[in-house]
């Protein structure tokens, strides 16, 4: 449980120290609740996140939107967080045999804690907390809209593992290292809509600007740091801000399909942190849907690997690149009820985190929009909630 409380405190520092800027971000709740699927599929009050071009798509009904939503995600694909209290549960029966003149023991607890290290090499864990909000505007053929988000990302992984077992309660050795980014956006989108061979195009275009600040924390995994510990002896830098734009593309090859594209970051950055570089790399998704009154179906691909946004080359393995198919029954505008899957299959990525994800949602209209989601793997859990209303 002491490892469990640091890799907590990461996140809540990252939040909390930010508070003041931001709301707490990862997928909204609609999207979440159908797998993750969202280019083709957005809304006026979503689409600031998903493709600004979608902002034209709205309902016939709708010229204003207002959203509100907070969402957690965590990972622990490799049972890291299990193999390190294992580790320190080993050692604290090291130190009794010790104390007890216990050499035979000793040696048998320390070739076995020796055994948990060699495990622990490559795993890490990861945590994310996120909040969005954002105002939407609609015309005839054109819309725009006011949006904030802050991803507070967190991870941690060991490295400088010992060798032999006299290195196993080395307080220099096992370092547990962990690194924590806050990314605040605040982005203004444009979407235009036009008629081309009768069919319904749309361009939208996101300037923004990101705010960005990071934590990182190195201590030996022997230690039973508190959570005034970290908040203590880590390093809180404030990177600098970040401006770029996103570019989205949705075209209506009928009444009920539909295909978009979303390119973030088409002006990149980078950022040093302690000697590592935090990369704000161009990525794309395409997606397509087919919608009619009562069933919306669709899918999204990444057509890049999405590297975490965190500087430390450690955590390279927790890139994604997402494959995502979900759908959304409306009962008649009062309830719709969403299901999806999504499964990770970037190069490099450990086989756990390439497990298929399920997810889950509901949203209910009760003069005001509540909308609930949920993911799961057997290493991994995340859930979104956000309310708003549309009129």
Excluded: C
Excluded at 120 to 125: I, M, T, Y
Excluded at 224 to 249: P, R
Excluded at 273 to 290: E, H, Q, V
């Amino acid at each position: 449980m002491r490892f469990q409380n640091k890799i907590l405190s990461i996140v809540a520092l990252s939040v909390f120290s930010h508070a003041a800027l931001a709301i707490p971000f990862t997928f909204e709740g609609r999207s979440l609740g159908m797998g993750g699927v969202s280019v083709a599929t957005a809304d006026l009050a979503t689409a600031s996140w998903a493709n600004p071009a979608m902002l034209t798509n709205q309902r016939p009904q709708d010229d204003f939107s207002l959203l509100i939503g907070v969402g957690v995600f965590v990972r622990d694909d490799d049972d890291l967080v299990t193999d390190i209290d294992n580790y320190q549960a080993a050692n604290d029966r090291l130190n009794a045999a010790v104390d007890a003149g216990s050499a035979l023991e000793a040696i048998e607890i320390s070739t076995e804690m020796l055994g948990i290290l060699q495990e622990l090499d490559g795993k890490d864990v990861a945590a994310d907390v996120s909040g969005v909000a954002a105002v939407g505007m609609a015309f005839n053929t054109f819309a725009m809209a006011l949006s904030v988000r802050s991803d507070a990302i967190g991870a941690g992984t060991v490295t400088d593992l010992a060798t032999d077992i006299t290195e196993v309660n080395d307080p220099t050795k096992n370092i547990l290292n962990m690194e924590g980014v806050v990314a605040t956006e605040f982005g203004v989108s444009f979407a235009k809509a036009y008629k081309i061979y009768n069919r319904k195009v749309s361009i939208g275009i996101k300037p923004k600007i990101v705010d960005l600040q990071a934590f990182t924390f190195r201590q030996s995994i022997l230690s039973s740091s508190s959570v005034g510990d970290v908040f203590d002896n880590g390093t809180k830098a404030n990177l600098g801000t970040f401006t770029s734009f996103d570019l989205g593309l949705s075209v209506d090859f009928t009444r009920s399909i539909r295909m978009g594209l979303n390119i973030r970051n088409l002006l990149t950055d980078k950022f040093d942190l302690n000697g590592s570089t935090l990369n704000f790399d161009t990525t794309t998704r395409i997606g397509a849907a087919y919608h009619n009154r009562y069933l919306t179906a669709a899918i999204d691909y990444d057509l890049t690997a999405n590297k975490p946004l965190l500087a430390n080359p450690f955590f390279d393995d927790l890139k994604t690149q997402y494959i995502a198919v979900g759908a959304e029954f409306n009962a008649f505008d009062f309830m719709q009820l969403r299901i999806g899957a999504r499964k990770n299959v970037a190069s490099g990525a450990s086989e756990k985190a390439k497990d298929i994800a399920l997810t889950a949602g509901v949203g209910i209209w009760l003069g005001f929009n509540l909308d609930i989601a949920a993911t799961v793997t057997d290493n991994s859990i995340g859930g979104f909630v956000q309310t708003g209303f549309r009129f």
